[in-house]
């Protein structure tokens, strides 16, 4: 079994910044890859960030350097970190990690994200 633990959501002034974290747990012997995607309201799931095994980073094409995704440090290759800043409105969402395990998806529950002035 494979656990997705999320932390870090809130809520934010436009301009702001949050930082999401998510660990991963159980049997995950070769991740292929953690990351994150979002749902706003009303709206499909999106991706946002993805950091591979081999440390490759890929992103959103609404990102645009605003956001970055690491690890919680080199050999932490079960953790990804979200650091978001310039938040805007349009942000704000349930944020979901994502894991690839052996070419399976492993999803963890949700964080919301709130960005309003």
């Known amino acids: 079994q494979v656990h997705l633990v999320e932390s870090g959501g809130g809520e934010v002034q436009p301009g702001g910044s949050l930082r999401l974290s998510c660990v991963a747990s159980?049997?995950?012997?070769?991740?292929?890859?953690i990351g994150w995607y979002r749902q706003p309201p009303g709206k499909e799931r999106e991706f946002v960030a993805r950091?591979?095994?081999?440390?490759?980073?890929?992103?959103g094409d609404f990102v645009k350097g605003r956001f970055t995704i690491s690890r919680a440090n080199a050999n932490a290759k079960n953790t990804g970190i979200l650091q978001m800043n310039s938040l805007k409105p349009e942000d704000t969402a349930v944020y979901y990690c994502?894991?690839?395990?052996?070419?399976?998806?492993?999803w963890g529950q949700g964080t919301q994200v709130t960005v309003s002035s």
């Open positions: 159980g049997r995950i012997f070769n991740i292929n890859a």
């Open positions: 950091i591979t095994s081999d440390g490759t980073t890929n992103y």
């Open positions: 994502n894991a690839i395990i052996m070419g399976f998806d492993y």
